[in-house]
């Protein structure tokens, strides 16, 4: 079973912040977060992943709380091309497996 | 970032044919590669875990006598789905991997049709 839990769906106003939140709570300490995206009919993509600091790069940003028991993908600036599944994973470093949840599905709108 | 070339993108053939999938890592040589099958409106599921040089673990439930899996190189890993049987038909997926905190990698996918 997928350690993590997340919205089945959401939706976005185009150019708004896109924030998609993700519960881990039985995450173990040497265990990362990491986010991909499944655009239809097209293999995952990774966006981000973190273990207990927020990180940021070109795609999103990643807020992990102090407790790491939750996390929050934001996208700054969605664009329609944003739309897809989004996964929220965790995973250790020694263990490459990972389990698949639904994810979420965002939408963006015009 | 790192390219996952997966080929075919669709096949489209009849039952009891072999269909043969390729998964490169174009710019890094992977020491894992994975292999998951995706049903419409559902999430991935992982069938085998393959590394080079070593037979693939395969997933409970996956035969690994019809989905044989060759990780030849730290490049190049395939799937071959023996007999294919339109139960079969589904999207079809590679990811590569290395060592530590490095996140997989994937292709396409390729989308396998049995008429």
């Known amino acids: 079973d997928a350690k993590t839990t997340q919205p089945p769906s959401m939706d976005c106003a185009e150019g708004r912040a896109a924030n998609l939140p993700c519960n881990h709570s039985t995450i173990s300490g040497n265990e990362y977060v990491y986010w991909y995206r499944q655009i239809h009919s097209q293999g995952p993509q990774y966006i981000i992943h973190?273990?207990?600091?927020?990180e940021t790069n070109e795609m999103a940003s990643l807020i992990i709380t102090e407790d790491r028991k939750s996390s929050t993908l934001i996208l700054p600036h969605a664009t329609l091309r944003d739309t897809a599944v989004y996964y929220c994973?965790?995973?250790?470093?020694?263990?490459?497996?990972?389990?698949w949840g639904a994810g979420t599905k965002l939408i963006i709108k015009p | 970032g790192a390219v996952v070339s997966q080929h075919p993108s669709r096949v489209i053939c009849k039952s009891g044919t072999s269909v043969k999938i390729e998964c490169r890592s174009l710019?890094?040589?992977?020491?894992?590669m994975f292999w998951y099958r995706q049903f419409p409106k559902q999430s991935l599921m992982l069938m085998a875990t393959?590394?080079?040089?070593?037979?693939?673990?395969?997933e409970q439930g996956v035969e690994k006598d019809k989905f044989l899996i060759n990780h030849a190189s730290l490049t190049l890993s395939t799937l071959t789905v023996t007999s294919a049987h339109p139960e079969d038909s589904s999207f079809y997926i590679c990811s590569a991997g290395r060592l530590g905190n490095q996140p997989q990698h994937f292709g396409d996918g390729t989308r396998l049709s049995i008429l």
């Open positions: 973190g273990l207990k600091n927020n």
């Open positions: 393959s590394n080079e040089g070593s037979k693939a673990t395969y």
């Open positions: 994973i965790v995973q250790g470093d020694s263990n490459y497996q990972l389990i």
């Open positions: 710019d890094f040589q992977a020491t894992t």
